[in-house]
Every structure is written in structure tokens, then in C-alpha cells.
């Protein structure tokens, strides 16, 4: 791809960042250029995150329903897995799938709370009521 044919369609990170690409000047080296966006990486980021929305609407309503702890709707809302939230937490994998649950969940110690607090970055009330910037769900 040539300099000029860098691709600068708007897309929803367009005000955030913009993505270096390489292309070929009119000498036929590589330079560097600033990209605005690529209208076929805008909509797979589109589709990814409303998978992303439809599974935390999920895991929000397993912990409605009593089958998940307010863990599991945290992890789907950071975009995190098990293993993530075990590499932050210092807990083994067993033992954050364990903390899922909710009858476990409801028994946990504050500083174990506080440690899920700390990574979701919200308060241990918060993290009880599923409590997102002041929003309940």
C-alpha cells in the first residue's frame, strides 16, 4: 500500500488514538503513517463488543437468578477470564471458579473481597450490589 492510500475512515476509537501503519513512499521505503481507522476493523471491533455486551447481560442475569456470584458479572464487564482474575488476586484458578459460586461467594472474608474490589476497581459494597459508577443493574 502506498503512503496515500493509508486508510483514514472515522471509526468509534478515531477520537482516542490512531494506528501507526507502514506503506511506501514515492522512493519505495517503508514509512511510517498515521491511520484514522480501517471501516473492516471498525465493524469486527462493533460485532466483538456487542458479544462482549451480550455476555455481560448474561452473567448479570445468572447472578440475578442465584447461579453466579457478582464475580462473574465483573469478569464479563473487565473482559476478563479466570485466569486473568487468578494472575491478579494471587488465587489459584480452583479457587476464583469456587468464589463464583454464591453460596461461597456470600461467606468470603473482606480482605478476600477487597482483593476482587481492588482489580474491578470499585468499592466491596460495589462489588456485593453490582454497582457500576453509581448505576445498579
Known amino acids: 500500500m502506498k503512503k496515500e492510500e493509508i486508510p483514514?475512515?472515522?471509526?468509534p476509537l478515531d477520537k482516542f488514538t490512531k494506528e501507526?501503519?507502514?506503506?511506501?513512499?514515492d522512493n519505495g521505503k517503508y514509512q511510517a503513517g498515521l491511520s484514522r481507522g480501517w471501516q473492516v476493523k471498525a465493524d469486527a471491533l462493533g460485532i466483538t463488543w456487542q458479544e462482549a455486551q451480550a455476555?455481560?447481560?448474561?452473567?448479570?442475569?445468572?447472578?440475578?437468578?442465584?447461579?453466579?456470584?457478582?464475580?462473574?458479572?465483573?469478569?464479563?464487564l473487565n473482559l476478563m477470564d479466570?485466569?486473568?482474575?487468578?494472575?491478579?488476586?494471587?488465587?489459584?484458578?480452583?479457587?476464583?471458579?469456587?468464589?463464583?459460586?454464591?453460596a461461597v461467594f456470600?461467606?468470603?472474608?473482606?480482605k478476600k473481597l477487597q482483593k476482587y474490589a481492588d482489580?474491578?476497581?470499585?468499592?466491596?459494597?460495589?462489588l456485593k450490589?453490582?454497582?457500576?459508577?453509581?448505576?445498579?443493574?
Open 20 to 25: 501507526v501503519c507502514y506503506a511506501v513512499d
Open 119 to 126: 482489580i474491578f476497581d470499585v468499592s466491596i459494597n460495589d
Open 82 to 102: 479466570v485466569a486473568i482474575v487468578a494472575a491478579y488476586t494471587g488465587f489459584w484458578q480452583w479457587t476464583v471458579k469456587r468464589h463464583l459460586k454464591p
Open 129 to 137: 450490589t453490582m454497582n457500576v459508577d453509581g448505576v445498579e443493574f
Open 55 to 76: 455476555r455481560t447481560a448474561d452473567a448479570r442475569q445468572k447472578v440475578a437468578n442465584g447461579e453466579a456470584s457478582p464475580i462473574l458479572f465483573f469478569m464479563e
Open 106 to 110: 456470600h461467606t468470603l472474608a473482606e
Open 8 to 11: 483514514q475512515d472515522p471509526s
